[in-house]
């Protein structure tokens, strides 16, 4: 884990608990949302390259571009829309 990350982390009030070693249950819950995020909403967005070569367009990235704070509201509306119904 870079020290970026952990400084952002430690300035939003985020504490990181990493998952202990050969543990795979610990981090369940956690993967499964981003798999559900990637499949029910990034798929969906203008732009999205998807997880490999055969799932992108020939210039997915002409398609569009988000600023970090447009994708946090995009995903924030999602959640509160759509992944807690």
């Known amino acids: ?6 400084s952002v982390c430690r300035r939003m009030g985020i504490s990181i608990q990493p998952a202990r070693l050969r543990t795979g ?3 369940g819950p ?6 559900t995020l990637r499949e029910n ?3 969906a ?3 999205c390259k998807g997880p490999d ?3 992108r367009g020939s210039t997915p990235e002409a398609d569009a571009f988000f600023f970090l704070d447009e994708l946090e509201a995009i995903i924030r509306e999602w959640v509160a829309t759509a992944y807690h119904h």
Request: proline share 4%; no cysteine; net charge positive.
């Open 30 to 35: 956690v993967e499964r949302f981003f798999r």
């Open 53 to 55: 070569v055969h799932s």
């Open 1 to 6: 884990m870079s020290e970026h990350l952990t």
């Open 25 to 27: 249950r610990d981090k």
């Open 41 to 43: 909403l990034l798929q």
């Open 45 to 47: 967005l203008p732009g």
